[in-house]
Every structure is written in structure tokens, then in C-alpha cells.
């Protein structure tokens, strides 16, 4: 098992540019979610998904789109970057809700939008 | 809305010391409180967990006690050693169904030899 994967490792954006970042689980999970890590503030849940085709806001949801075709993939996208996304972002799964089922976070990807 | 307080760090402690990290919460109905441990590089892991008021979660000589009275989920190890060295989150459940973890700042713990 790989567990959870995120690709890239580093990224660095211009103002204005877009990207996605890319989660992969292969455990069959059906919660899958993002969180963004900020100095100070812990980790804000950006995005989440309780299946594939069904995704939902979490607290900070601005600036940000999901999509979950798959069981095993929940991409994140920027639109159109900005300094405030400058951040550490996390992917997570589990078997289902997290108040009954451990998370398991990826090794993360640092962004740096310039 | 529901919050999570963590003291604030780092703290820097000798090997076999006592450890205590503070978590206190403001949530409405019953949440379930956890400790997630972040390994210098890695993502977050689960550490221990409590889903009801005097529920005790301990794992890898970690303890935490879920207060309801004093709503508060503090972190406790009797003797700690240098790979205990790590980032510590406090969280809980967002929301009654479960769905949405709300994490604490974190707090980073060193341990000299």
C-alpha cells in the first residue's frame, strides 16, 4: 500500500497562474479531504468528499475547486493563484467520517505563489 | 463556532521529563476530541483519541482525559524521549455529523538528550 500520495512535493506559482495538485489513495476510502497548514493556525479544512460525485465546502473553500470522479483521486485546483495560498497543503483520507475513523494525511506540498 | 486552544510553544524539554500540553475547546453539543502528531517532514498521524466526556485515549505512553467539566483534552507523557520530538494537534469534530475535524495551532515539543 502507498497510503496517500500528493504530487508535486514543491511548487512555486506566479500571481494569476493556475494549478492543480493532485491526491491519490489506494485504501479504498471513501472521505477524502484537503487542508491547507498555515504557521500558527494549525490545518483549516479546505474541501471534503464523502464519495466519489459528491464533494462539499469546508471552512476555507475560497479560491479553491474539487472534484471526485474516483474512489481513489481528489485533485484541488487554483484557478487563479494568489499570495494568501502561499501555504503547506494536506491531503486526507479515511474509511469514512473522521469522528469515527482515523485520517491518514499525505506527506503534504508546499506552495509558494510569488 | 466551535474553536480549539493549544498552548503555544515550542516547548523544550529534557529526555524522562514529565510532559503536559494544554488543549482547551469551545464546541456545541458533544464532539469528539483527538491529539494528531506531525513527525518533522511528514504528514499528521493520529495519536490518540476520546468520543465522550471521562473517556480516557492513550497510546505509546501518551494520555489525554476528556474534561466536559473544564472542557479541556490536555496531553500527557510520563517520561519523554527524543523521538517523541514532533508538532502536536489538538482537534475535534466540526459539526454533529462528523464530517469536518477543527484543529488547534499546534504545538512543537523538543526533547535534548
Known amino acids: 500500500n502507498a497510503g496517500v500520495t500528493q504530487t508535486p512535493k514543491f511548487q512555486v506559482l506566479k500571481t494569476g497562474q493556475s494549478m492543480t495538485l493532485q491526491c491519490a489513495q489506494d485504501?479504498?476510502?471513501?472521505?477524502m479531504s484537503w487542508y491547507r497548514q498555515d504557521p500558527g493556525m494549525g490545518l483549516r479544512l479546505i474541501h471534503y468528499?464523502?464519495?466519489?460525485?459528491?464533494?462539499d465546502q469546508g471552512e476555507v473553500p475560497n479560491g479553491y475547486n474539487v472534484s471526485r470522479s474516483t474512489t481513489e483521486d481528489f485533485p484541488l485546483r487554483l484557478l487563479s493563484a494568489a499570495p494568501s495560498q502561499t501555504s503547506v497543503y494536506f491531503c486526507?483520507?479515511?474509511?469514512?467520517?473522521?469522528?469515527?475513523?482515523?485520517?491518514?494525511f499525505g506527506p503534504g506540498t508546499r506552495l509558494t505563489v510569488t | 463556532g466551535d474553536s480549539v486552544t493549544q498552548m503555544e510553544g515550542p516547548v523544550t524539554l529534557s529526555e524522562e521529563a514529565f510532559l503536559t500540553i494544554n488543549c482547551t475547546y469551545t464546541?456545541?453539543?458533544?464532539?469528539?476530541l483527538f491529539w494528531y502528531v506531525q513527525y518533522p517532514g511528514e504528514g499528521l498521524q493520529l495519536l490518540l483519541k476520546?468520543?465522550?466526556?471521562?473517556d480516557k485515549g492513550s497510546n505509546k505512553g501518551f494520555e489525554a482525559t476528556y474534561r466536559k467539566e473544564t472542557t479541556s483534552f490536555h496531553l500527557e507523557k510520563g517520561s519523554v524521549q527524543v523521538s517523541d520530538s514532533a508538532v502536536y494537534f489538538c482537534?475535534?469534530?466540526?459539526?454533529?455529523?462528523?464530517?469536518?475535524?477543527?484543529f488547534g495551532g499546534g504545538t512543537r515539543l523538543m526533547v535534548k538528550p
Open positions: 468528499s464523502v464519495g466519489a460525485g459528491i464533494t
Open positions: 476520546a468520543t465522550k466526556a471521562d
Open positions: 485504501m479504498n476510502h471513501e472521505y
Open positions: 464546541a456545541t453539543g458533544y464532539p469528539s
Open positions: 482537534a475535534l469534530t466540526h459539526n454533529n455529523a462528523g464530517n469536518m475535524l477543527t
Open positions: 486526507a483520507s479515511s474509511y469514512s467520517r473522521p469522528s469515527d475513523y482515523e485520517q491518514y
